[in-house]
């Protein structure tokens, strides 16, 4: 678990984990230089509890450095992720480790999710929806994965370069060592806030990590290595995937999406059809963005409803991203 400035979930992360069925792990934690009392926090669970250890960074590692040091620094031969403002449901420790103790070939295994607010209340439903047809975007987040440590290590771990999209490298990569499945029960709650969410103003970093990572997609698709297209990537114009998830974070988060200042920047090759679709977007979600939550979680349940059809009852199920 990396934990930067996450005082007010803290608790309730950490006692998501401490209470799973499963039991026999250790809980890393890796204080990544925070100011709000996290590290206190953090020694007080290791005196209640000796399967907590922390591990302390006096200076800020980052989302991708925090990520790979946390793991270097366990000691079991399998590894779960856990992000310090999300939650856990009890029994997801035990359903993925029995994923992997049935499937050697499997070097890693998400679980879906729900998204919950600052406040803990479920506000995005689950969503089979990405297992039922290919995707290059996990349907799983990045907080829920349990994989080999073995593998991971094989594949070179987290890489700095890739900042802001980590995990979709880490598991391009660890495709390579054998099949992605994911539990479909949604064993994890992914929360929604203001800390998690992008601010208004959009990051010069943000804006060339999803520019990066769109990019490398497509290479990566070609069957390319895209480590060549870190220095050559296009960076004119604004990708409507930025907005996009400027727009979706805040939305879940209980704001509006506002980012229509942005419009203005959307790259002028890209279809109509999108940037269409992002100033409905943009101006309904502003005017009424109770009513588009309302509407997003009925599309997402209705979809949902038509992947059950194509989604087996039981058992995980292949990540098909290619």
């Not at 989302?63 to 399998?78: I, K, N, Q, T, Y």
């Not at 856990?88 to 050697?104: G, K, Y």
């Not at 999710?113 to 996990?138: M, Q």
């Not at 996009?244 to 790259?267: D, E, K, N, T």
Request: net charge positive.
């Amino acid at each position: 678990m990396p934990v930067h400035n996450a005082a007010p979930y803290l608790d309730a992360s950490v006692e998501s984990i401490l209470t799973q069925t499963f039991t026999d792990f250790e809980l890393v934690a890796l204080d990544d230089g925070s100011t709000d009392g996290s590290g206190g926090l953090l020694r007080d669970w290791a005196k209640r509890d000796e399967r907590v250890r922390l591990v302390e960074s006096p200076t800020r590692l980052g989302l991708a450095g925090s990520s790979d040091r946390v793991v270097r620094e366990a000691r079991a031969r399998v590894c779960a992720r856990m992000d310090a403002d999300d939650f856990s449901c009890p029994t997801r420790l035990q359903a993925q480790w029995d994923v992997l103790q049935a499937n050697p070939d499997v070097p890693l295994v998400g679980t879906l999710w729900e998204g919950i607010d600052a406040t803990g209340r479920v506000v995005r439903p689950r969503d089979r929806w990405r297992l039922a047809r290919r995707s290059i975007f996990a349907p799983f987040p990045h907080g829920s994965i349990m994989f080999r440590r073995e593998d991971f290590e094989a594949v070179g771990g987290y890489r700095m370069p890739f900042a802001y999209w980590e995990d979709l490298d880490l598991y391009l990569r660890m495709a390579t060592r054998g099949r992605i499945l994911v539990v479909p029960t949604p064993l994890y709650r992914y929360r929604f806030h203001q800390a998690s969410s992008i601010g208004g103003s959009i990051s010069p970093e943000e804006v060339r990590a999803v520019h990066l990572m769109l990019r490398c997609v497509t290479l990566h698709r070609r069957g390319d290595d895209y480590m060549a297209a870190l220095e050559s990537h296009d960076r004119s114009g604004l990708d409507p995937m930025v907005l996009y998830f400027l727009a979706a974070r805040r939305l879940w988060g209980g704001h509006s999406p506002g980012i229509r200042c942005h419009l203005s920047q959307v790259h002028p090759r890209r279809p109509r059809l999108i940037w269409l679709g992002l100033l409905v977007l943009a101006t309904a979600g502003d005017c009424a963005p109770r009513a588009v939550r309302a509407a997003l979680r009925a599309l997402i349940r209705l979809r949902d409803a038509w992947a059950s059809r194509l989604i087996p009852a039981e058992g995980p199920v292949e990540w098909r991203f290619e």
